[in-house]
């Protein structure tokens, strides 16, 4: 058997050994990996709770700048989608100035701020038809879409899982209201 251990005398004339032996070292690489695998799954679950998490909370602060915004410039203020199919506002919106309140960033019109989402496996979907392609906020804060004036939307993980997604539910008066859950979720 090979042995990693080194033999040296000491001061006083005593034999010393000193290091590990192969079968210390393989077993004490084996705990460790154990120890790793068995944390893989809870590590996971953070960072997918944690993206979730930020998401909506970059989300929910992009409502309150579009809704501030209309109050202080006394216009309707819109949110877009970038890119948007089947309800999913898939890569990220923009925040515009939206005075003929149309709905749509027209020439001339102020890009406000621009996001763009990269949250791997996270999806924003419009809840109904209400939000579905725009949102705008008036300038008394209360809202208005392209489909009726409150709605909501739903951040929901890669893995569907609808107890651990998110709503943002955002009412007529300007209220925006962020719950633990979602009804449901594309899988």
Do not use: H
């Not at 890669?158 to 009804?183: F, L």
């Amino acid at each position: 058997m090979s042995q990693m251990r080194k033999t040296n005398i000491n001061r006083s004339g005593s034999l010393v050994t000193a290091g590990f032996t192969l079968i210390e070292i393989l077993i004490t690489l084996s705990v460790g990996a154990i120890l790793a695998m068995m944390a893989a799954p809870s590590m996971t679950e953070s960072i997918e709770n944690s993206k979730i998490k930020t998401l909506s909370g970059e989300f929910t602060v992009a409502l309150y700048l579009a809704q501030s915004e209309a109050i202080k410039r006394g216009i309707q203020v819109s949110i877009k989608p970038k890119f948007r199919r089947n309800n999913e506002w898939k890569t990220g919106w923009n925040i515009f100035a939206d005075p003929n309140a149309n709905g749509a960033r027209d020439a001339g019109e102020e890009l406000i701020q621009t996001y763009d989402m990269n949250t791997e496996g996270l999806t924003l979907v419009s809840e109904d038809a209400v939000f579905a392609t725009w949102m705008g906020f008036l300038p008394s804060g209360a809202t208005r879409g392209n489909g009726g004036i409150s709605g909501g939307f739903r951040i929901c993980r890669a893995d569907g899982e609808t107890t651990k997604s998110r709503t943002v539910i955002i009412q007529a008066t300007g209220n925006i209201i962020t719950e633990m859950g979602a009804s449901s979720c594309p899988p």
